[in-house]
């Protein structure tokens, strides 16, 4: 009998990956095929330094993605993301032209993008305030703050070393893309491995059957808008890296584009959906075409129009599929 | 309307029968009411009045039979001609939009419009007319919100909005389940002055002195066929009881078990509606829990889980006092509930049977945080087994199973948890006989386990075939405990349908 049960355990763990395969093979097929259009299309996409280019492009989209999936996957939303980006982005250079350790400055930036994350968990837990209001207002009050401490100008100033980091690279790879790297893994295993993982996917599709089992909701609704701060506040700092100042109206739409891309990549605003691995693929499509409109001299204006369209399309056909199921 | 004047009744339903796959839910019902007869409508849960009801609403279509309104033969309704031909309505729930005002509400669907332009004055002055005749032009607001008014006045709300819709025949589902005593008397009220204009009314309840209070007549349902119809004046409320009850019995479930030691005492638990519990449940004891609608059977269930705040009394576990009681406690405590709506409350629709399965025990089965995933396969696999859970693989979502399957996977989440309090509410509630009969034996396994298993059910048969005894409850509180010896359904039924102070020959609990 047990032997009947491994091979039917066997059979099923394929069926699993054949299954979870299924909800990103659409937007990896669709990578694949931009990338051999683009290989043949023009004489500069598959070059060394446009590759890390792109990969420069996808780090902090990608870092967005991953972390507002792991909103989504509890049926919420974190709209304050380019706001506290920008709030990041603003202290951490103010921090540096004031002659702050860079370490020190980091671990103070992303201790109070954790706080902000803290506080858009605490009153939608606490308060039921609706996720969509309470990020909202934090992207108001970041986006306030980050005008009010620069005084609405650019900071100039900051160590060379900061911009240096970013166009480095380690092992070929842009030192950028090092951080979407570990953030992926982490966030793979963190919903994959952990108890936390299970819980975040239970509280997503059923907040009360989550607590007649005894999971105490707080912990995984706060923790997963904590660890979402801390994300903005790693993807503020490269930010920073990348730009080489402080600009107070930097990060605009970013939250959009992160929701765009975790949508892509499987994410089901209705909660209990997404992987990491999806929220990089969605937005690596997204980097590809920004990357590529260029490379074909197409007006950059339309690249928006072309990732709205994407968006759309992905989805009906991801909605149809479910349907038919 | 021509027809109207040659004939006495509003509505003949003659040898309606209708079928579901595996049930008979009406066999061969004649019903025919008067003008201006009130006409009360009784019969257990499962004995065919929403049938009926939705039959006359044109939600059904009979397998058999034909329906008269007003001298008009139909084969079968529609929703539409239903309501063209004056039938209304009104449902416990009220479906009204509670969002909207008291006029949106009554005039929803037929507003009066100019060129999709809204005649909001005229609206609301047609409104107020509406309440004056009905004596509440001073009370209900037309422009007040509908989620602003208490039960009873969205009760009004929605019989005139029948009105509008000249209502000639009115159908009342429990509609004094939610009710003051007070209101209770103004619905009646009503009910006479509708009466005396003409209006034939279907009440529905399982209240009986009401019934004798406000019917003409009663008609008695069981099994999907009327055994009774009687003039209030010429029946008791012993006799309608008589004839509701008497069903066949399903097959016998009971087991002999030896009974051990107390688990779990409940002492004057008070919980929102309900008030002054008490009771225990020891080692290998099946106890039932009787209720109609509305009793406080689930509230009570949900309190004793630590799903809803307990505002006064005491839980023991195993001669402990449990304070501050949550569900998280409850669990670490072992208590399991299976919740009455397993899909609302029980399951996580959209994750895996494994998932489902051991959510309440990741804590345990992890280390550092890290699930331990060997011994989660092994669970799961374990209890896909044992309750021979019907599912393609462990990877299939909750969502695409079968009722019976998915409340099996509720069980085992308190099975994997190692409960030994079984707290289930409606367990078989929406399952097939076959599963259900799985269930019973399950049921019967934990007892012969050792476990104490809290039964919660609407349907009687069920109870008296699986429990030791038998508790009952009846607004809020527990009136009686019935032993397996002198199991009856009239006196469970008895305990749960009339009012404290009619004896009926069962040893009650002191009431207040």
């Known amino acids: 009998m047990s032997q009947n049960n491994e091979s039917l355990s066997l059979a ?55 972390g507002v999936t792991l909103v989504i996957i509890t049926a919420g939303i974190d709209l304050s ?91 070929g790879i842009p030192n950028l893309f090092w951080f979407l790297v570990v953030v992926i893994i982490f966030m793979e295993f963190l919903l994959r491995k952990t108890t936390f993982g299970r819980y975040v996917y239970a509280v997503g599709s059923n907040p009360e059957a989550a607590r007649l089992s005894g999971i105490n909701i707080g912990l995984v609704i706060i923790g997963v808008y904590m660890i979402a701060g801390f994300l903005w506040g790693l993807s503020g700092i490269l930010e920073t890296s990348r730009i080489w100042m402080g600009v107070p109206s930097t990060g605009t739409g970013y939250e959009l584009d992160a929701i765009a891309a975790a949508v892509l990549g499987g994410a089901s605003l209705m909660g209990a959906q997404g992987s990491a691995i999806g929220a990089f693929l969605g937005a690596l499509v997204m980097a590809t075409i920004y990357n590529g409109s ?21 989805v009906s056909i991801d909605q149809m599929r479910t349907r038919k199921k | 309307m021509k027809s109207e004047n040659n004939f006495d009744n509003s509505v003949i339903m003659r040898n309606i029968t209708k079928t579901f796959p595996g049930v008979v839910a009406l066999s061969n019902v004649n019903f025919s009411i008067k003008k201006g007869e009130v006409r009360g409508l009784v019969g257990e849960n499962g004995a065919g009045k929403s049938t009926l009801i939705k039959i006359l609403t044109g939600a059904y279509t009979p397998d058999e039979g034909e329906i008269q309104i007003f001298g008009e033969r139909f084969e079968a309704l529609n929703p539409i001609i239903s309501e063209r031909m004056g039938i209304a309505v009104v449902y416990q ?88 005593e007070k209101e209770i008397n103004e619905l009646f009220r009503v009910i006479k002055q509708l009466k005396n204009e003409g209006i034939s009314i279907i009440y529905i309840s399982h209240r009986l002195e009401e019934v004798f209070e406000i019917c003409d007549t009663v008609t008695v349902l069981k099994d999907g066929k009327v055994v009774g119809h009687k003039k209030v004046e010429e029946t008791t409320e012993d006799e309608l009881i008589t004839m509701m009850v008497g069903r066949d019995l399903k097959k016998e479930m009971f087991r002999e078990r030896e009974i051990g030691e107390e688990i779990l005492r409940v002492e004057n638990i008070k919980s929102g509606k309900v008030k002054n519990c008490s009771f225990s449940l020891r080692a290998g004891e099946i106890v039932g829990l009787y209720g109609l609608v509305g009793s406080g059977r689930t509230e009570l269930a949900r309190a004793l889980f630590g799903a809803e705040p307990i505002e006064e009394g005491k839980i023991y576990l195993k001669g402990q006092e449990i304070k501050k009681l949550s569900p998280s406690r409850a669990i670490k405590k072992k208590m399991g509930f299976v919740p009455e709506e397993r899909r609302e409350h029980g399951l996580a629709l959209k994750l895996t049977v494994k998932e489902n399965i051991n959510l309440p025990i990741y804590s345990r089965i992890s280390k550092l945080g890290l699930v331990k995933t060997k011994e989660e396969l ?90 030791d005894r038998i508790l009952v409850m009846r607004e809020g509180t527990i009136v009686g405990e019935v032993k397996r010896k002198d199991f009856s359904e009239e006196r469970i039924l008895s305990l749960a349908i009339k009012n404290k102070n009619n004896k009926v020959g069962v040893h009650q609990n002191e009431s207040k």
């Open chain 1, 294 to 314: 260029v490379l074909l001299n197409i007006n950059p204006f339309w690249q928006r129009i072309i990732v709205g369209i994407i968006l759309i399309i992905t």
């Open chain 1, 12 to 66: 099923e763990t394929s069926k699993k990956l054949k299954f979870t395969w299924n909800t990103q093979r659409v937007i990896l097929l669709v990578v694949i095929a931009m990338w051999v259009f683009l290989s043949i299309a023009t004489e500069n996409f598959l070059t060394l330094s446009n590759i890390q280019n792109v990969l420069r492009q996808v780090t902090i989209q990608g870092i967005n993605a991953v």
């Open chain 1, 81 to 171: 993301i380019g706001s506290v980006v920008a709030l990041i982005n603003i202290l951490f250079a103010l921090f540096l032209v004031k002659g702050l350790p860079i370490w020190l400055g980091i671990l103070i930036v992303l201790a109070i993008a954790t706080g902000l994350g803290f506080v858009n968990g605490f009153f939608i837990h606490q308060f039921r305030v609706p996720p969509f209001i309470a990020t909202l207002a934090m992207m108001s009050i970041a986006r306030g703050a980050a005008l009010l401490i620069s005084g609405g100008r650019n900071i100039f100033g900051l160590p060379r070393s900061i911009a240096n980091f970013s166009s480095g690279t380690f092992l």
């Open chain 2, 378 to 467: 092994k669970n799961t696999h374990n209890f896909i087994k044992s309750l021979s859970i019907k599912t393609p693989s462990i990877y299939q979502k909750v969502e695409n199973l079968s009722g019976g399957n998915q409340q099996k996977v509720v069980l085992a989440k308190w099975l994997a948890s190692e409960s030994e309090v079984f707290i289930l509410d409606e367990p078989t509630n929406g399952i097939d006989v076959g599963a259900k009969e799985e269930i019973y034996e399950l049921i019967n396994e934990l007892a012969s386990r050792k476990n104490a298993i809290l039964f919660i059910s609407s349907y009687i048969p069920e109870l008296m075939s699986i429990c």
């Open chain 2, 93 to 180: 729930d009220l479906m009204l939009a509670s969002h909207l005002t008291v006029y949106e509400n009554i005039f929803l669907g037929s507003e009066f419009a100019k060129f999709g332009l809204i005649n909001k004055k005229a609206m609301i002055k047609k409104t107020e007319e509406l309440l004056r005749s009905l004596q509440y032009d001073k009370i209900i607001n037309p422009i007040d919100k509908v989620s602003n008014l208490s039960s009873a006045h969205k009760g009004m709300v929605a019989i005139a909005k029948a009105l509008t819709k000249n209502a000639k025949v009115l159908i009342l589902d429990e509609p004094t389940a939610v009710l003051a």
